[in-house]
């Protein structure tokens, strides 16, 4: 079982909708929780970290974590052809390294 | 400059040759980290350092890599015998601390290439 896990996609959603965005992960004392995002041929950057059960707002972006059930999710609303990128969960494991997922490339249609 | 560097951005080496990576991460920053990055996947965890000391270098495929940060700022990342299975971007990260560090800043970084 991979640390972290998620949906490669491609996830198509057209623009001005919300595009929801999930992950899974192995290690229950996790304790921080972020999405991050990358545009092709670029380098991560951090939109959202999460580090308490329920939901954080940040702009047009949403968080949610569920540590019972070990899954994150990052809900995008209004979404614009910008958002079009892959989204990588990470994990602060239980050892302080950060583990990443293989990212879900998201595609928004205008 | 103000971000995280990294040199060389491409490298292009023979199967069987030495290659050293490096990382200059942002003034102040006392955790770094080294992440390999292949089409289409995440960057998959290699080594971090907190201060001087490789803190975690479990992710290190084999003893080929080798990571070393002497004086807690500049670190290389150094593989011996490249196979072609090490072709990668090679992505350094650092940040203010290890532990719920909030945000990892990554340079731009270095494709490795081995031919």
Same mark, same amino acid.
């Not at chain 1, 079982?1 to 996830?11: A, C, I, M, T, Y």
């Not at chain 1, 702009?59 to 999710?73: E, I, M």
């Given at each position: 079982?991979?640390?972290?896990?998620?949906?490669?996609? @491609?996830?198509?959603?057209?623009?001005?909708?919300?595009?929801?965005?999930?992950? $899974?992960?192995?290690? &229950?004392?996790?304790?921080?929780?972020?999405?991050? &995002?990358?545009?092709?041929? !670029?380098?991560?950057?951090?939109?959202?970290?999460?580090?308490?059960?329920?939901? !954080?707002?940040?702009? &047009?972006? $949403?968080?949610?974590?569920? !540590?019972?059930?070990?899954?994150?999710?990052?809900?995008?609303?209004?979404?614009? @052809?910008?958002?079009?990128? $892959?989204?990588?969960?990470?994990?602060?494991?239980?050892?302080? !390294?950060?583990?990443?997922?293989?990212? $879900?490339?998201?595609?928004?249609?205008? | 400059?103000?971000?995280?560097?990294?040199?060389?951005?491409? #490298?292009?080496?023979? #199967?069987? #040759?030495?290659?050293?990576?490096?990382?200059?991460?942002?003034?102040?920053?006392?955790?770094?980290?080294?992440?390999?990055?292949? +089409?289409?996947?995440?960057?998959?965890? +290699?080594?971090?350092?907190?201060?001087?000391?490789?803190?975690?270098?479990?992710?290190?495929?084999?003893?080929?890599?080798?990571?070393?940060?002497?004086?807690?700022?500049?670190?290389?990342? #150094?593989?011996?015998?490249?196979?072609?299975?090490?072709?990668?971007?090679? +992505?350094?990260?650092?940040?203010?601390?290890?532990?719920?560090?909030?945000?990892?800043?990554?340079?731009?970084?270095?494709?490795?290439?081995?031919?």
């Amino acid at each position: 079982q991979k640390e972290v896990e998620q949906n490669s996609g @491609p996830l198509s959603v057209p623009e001005g909708a919300i595009a929801s965005l999930n992950c $899974t992960y192995s290690d &229950r004392v996790s304790q921080s929780f972020f999405w991050y &995002r990358q545009y092709s041929g !670029k380098s991560p950057e951090l939109i959202m970290s999460i580090y308490s059960n329920g939901d !954080k707002e940040d702009g &047009r972006f $949403t968080a949610q974590l569920n !540590k019972a059930s070990q899954y994150v999710s990052l809900l995008i609303r209004d979404s614009q @052809p910008s958002d079009s990128a $892959t989204y990588l969960c990470a994990v602060d494991s239980s050892a302080s !390294k950060i583990i990443f997922g293989s990212g $879900t490339r998201l595609s928004i249609r205008p | 400059g103000a971000g995280v560097s990294q040199t060389p951005s491409n #490298k292009v080496t023979e #199967k069987g #040759k030495y290659v050293e990576l490096r990382c200059d991460p942002i003034s102040g920053h006392t955790a770094l980290y080294w992440y390999r990055q292949s +089409l289409g996947q995440g960057p998959e965890f +290699l080594i971090y350092f907190q201060g001087t000391g490789a803190a975690d270098d479990s992710g290190l495929p084999n003893d080929r890599f080798f990571a070393v940060r002497p004086e807690g700022s500049v670190s290389t990342l #150094k593989i011996q015998r490249t196979e072609r299975g090490d072709s990668a971007v090679y +992505l350094c990260a650092s940040s203010l601390r290890a532990t719920n560090t909030g945000e990892l800043f990554f340079g731009e970084g270095s494709r490795l290439t081995v031919l």
